[in-house]
Every structure is written in structure tokens, then in C-alpha cells.
């Protein structure tokens, strides 16, 4: 199976280095994306948008020779999903790490802060406990050294889908700060955060209880349980 990982914001594609050697040695092919602007911490990101990343991840369904499973990390969640609304014949499973999909109309993150146009890593004070879980001394100043700004439209542009075959593609939710349990009930409940969500016709729960960034917390967990999910395909 081809396995396209798409990191989350302030991240590249080698944020996924320790979970890749799991996939791959099961015999998939795997890509780690780094989207545009991502690239380094002096890059242009003056006029990258949502789309732009949107984009990234449809030419790499494009070039991937067969069906594609793609993996979407927090923010990363979100691109994945209009992905698979562009190619929903392409897309054989999409899995969301701390993530999930996000509806028409709405954005990543509209309240993140900007500086010039990107929005740099914040201060660790600004995250919630849950976030931080795991991520130690060491972890925290290795994912601060390699963070690159966000460029900010990709954080506030509305999502734009218009194909519900979306809706017919498997999903696995992999729940890390908040319980698969929690989510379960608001989903029953019709809470708004998971409403596109609820429109999917095949979802997965996973539990890996840990914070925000399971590639870096626990990766070769992680890797087993995208495998898990790949493998269902």
C-alpha cells in the first residue's frame, strides 16, 4: 500500500522518521510530506494558503502508482480529508492522528497568533497539559529546534469540499489526548467539533493515550497502529 504521512503544523516531513521504518518494513511504500513553506525556517511563505497544502497532498495521490492510505497529523487532519474529498476514488483509508476531519466552511485554526504573516511554535505555556503529555525536557527542545513558522492563511482560509463520496471512506481515529470514548459521546450527542465526522460511514477508534505528538512520544506505537489500520485495506 502506498502511505502518504502529512505532518501537522511547525513540522516537515521527517517528523515522521521514527514511524516510518515500522511501516516500511512490513513492506509499504511510505512518503513523508513536507508541504510548501515547510521546507525551512527561511522559506517563502508569503502567499500560501490552505489550498496550497490541499494541493501538495492531491499531486502526491496523483504520483503514488495505486490506492493511497493517507495519514494526517493534528492540522494535517484537515488537509487529508479535502484530499480526499478531490480524489475520494483514490484514497483507501485515511487516519487521523489527534486529528479528525474538518467540515466545508470552517478553519484549522483562525486564533492561532500571527507574526508577519506566519505563525511561529508557541510557548510551551500556551499549550494544554493534555497537549504536552510525554513530550519531555529533551523531546520539547529537539521539536522546537526543528520547528518552522506555519504560514498563517493555511491556519484561517475556509476548507472548501464539495464531493460526499468523502463520506465513503474508512477512517481511523487515533485518539491520543482526549479518550475514543469521549468522542464517541459527543459524536451521539451531536456535538458540532466532530460533525463532519459523524457523516463518515466507516470509523475506527483507536486509543494511544499520550499527548499531541505521538510521532515523537511514542512513534513505534504509532506505527503499529497505522499498520493496523493499513492493513484492515
Given at each position: 500500500?502506498?502511505?502518504l504521512?502529512?505532518?501537522?503544523f511547525?513540522?516537515?516531513g521527517?517528523?515522521w522518521?521514527?514511524?516510518t521504518p515500522?511501516l516500511?518494513r512490513?513492506?509499504?511504500?511510505?512518503?513523508?510530506?513536507t508541504?510548501?513553506?515547510?521546507?525551512?525556517v527561511?522559506a517563502d511563505?508569503?502567499?500560501?494558503?490552505?489550498?496550497?497544502?490541499v494541493?501538495a497532498?492531491?499531486?502526491?495521490?496523483?504520483?503514488?502508482?495505486?490506492?493511497?492510505?493517507?495519514?494526517g497529523?493534528?492540522?494535517?487532519?484537515?488537509?487529508a480529508?479535502a484530499?480526499t474529498?478531490?480524489?475520494?476514488?483514490?484514497?483507501?483509508?485515511?487516519?487521523?492522528v489527534?486529528?479528525g476531519?474538518?467540515?466545508?466552511?470552517?478553519a484549522?485554526?483562525a486564533?492561532l497568533?500571527?507574526?508577519?504573516?506566519?505563525?511561529?511554535?508557541?510557548?510551551w505555556?500556551e499549550?494544554?497539559?493534555?497537549?504536552?503529555?510525554?513530550?519531555?525536557?529533551?523531546?520539547?527542545?529537539?521539536?522546537r529546534?526543528r520547528?518552522?513558522?506555519?504560514?498563517?492563511?493555511?491556519?484561517?482560509?475556509?476548507?472548501?469540499l464539495?464531493?460526499?463520496?468523502?463520506?465513503?471512506v474508512?477512517?481511523?481515529?487515533?485518539?491520543?489526548?482526549f479518550?475514543?470514548?469521549l468522542?464517541?459521546?459527543?459524536?451521539a450527542?451531536?456535538h458540532?467539533?466532530v460533525a463532519?465526522l459523524?457523516r463518515?460511514?466507516?470509523?475506527?477508534?483507536?486509543d494511544l493515550?499520550?499527548?499531541?505528538?505521538?510521532q515523537?512520544?511514542k512513534?513505534a506505537?504509532?506505527?503499529r497502529?497505522?499498520?493496523?489500520?493499513?492493513d484492515?485495506?
Amino acid at each position: 500500500m502506498n502511505i502518504l504521512l502529512i505532518p501537522g503544523f511547525w513540522l516537515d516531513g521527517s517528523s515522521w522518521d521514527e514511524v516510518t521504518p515500522v511501516l516500511e518494513r512490513a513492506g509499504h511504500r511510505v512518503r513523508a510530506l513536507t508541504l510548501p513553506g515547510l521546507g525551512a525556517v527561511d522559506a517563502d511563505r508569503g502567499g500560501i494558503g490552505l489550498r496550497d497544502h490541499v494541493d501538495a497532498v492531491v499531486a502526491a495521490v496523483d504520483e503514488a502508482d495505486g490506492p493511497v492510505v493517507l495519514v494526517g497529523h493534528s492540522g494535517g487532519g484537515a488537509i487529508a480529508h479535502a484530499a480526499t474529498d478531490a480524489r475520494p476514488d483514490r484514497v483507501a483509508r485515511v487516519v487521523y492522528v489527534d486529528a479528525g476531519p474538518l467540515e466545508h466552511g470552517k478553519a484549522i485554526n483562525a486564533e492561532l497568533p500571527v507574526v508577519d504573516g506566519e505563525i511561529p511554535l508557541p510557548d510551551w505555556s500556551e499549550f494544554d497539559e493534555a497537549d504536552l503529555r510525554d513530550l519531555d525536557d529533551e523531546l520539547r527542545a529537539a521539536f522546537r529546534a526543528r520547528a518552522v513558522p506555519q504560514p498563517a492563511a493555511v491556519a484561517g482560509d475556509l476548507q472548501v469540499l464539495s464531493d460526499e463520496r468523502r463520506y465513503d471512506v474508512p477512517v481511523t481515529v487515533v485518539a491520543c489526548e482526549f479518550p475514543s470514548e469521549l468522542l464517541r459521546e459527543w459524536i451521539a450527542r451531536g456535538h458540532p467539533y466532530v460533525a463532519e465526522l459523524a457523516r463518515v460511514s466507516d470509523v475506527e477508534h483507536v486509543d494511544l493515550p499520550t499527548g499531541h505528538w505521538p510521532q515523537f512520544t511514542k512513534p513505534a506505537d504509532l506505527g503499529r497502529v497505522i499498520l493496523a489500520a493499513v492493513d484492515r485495506n
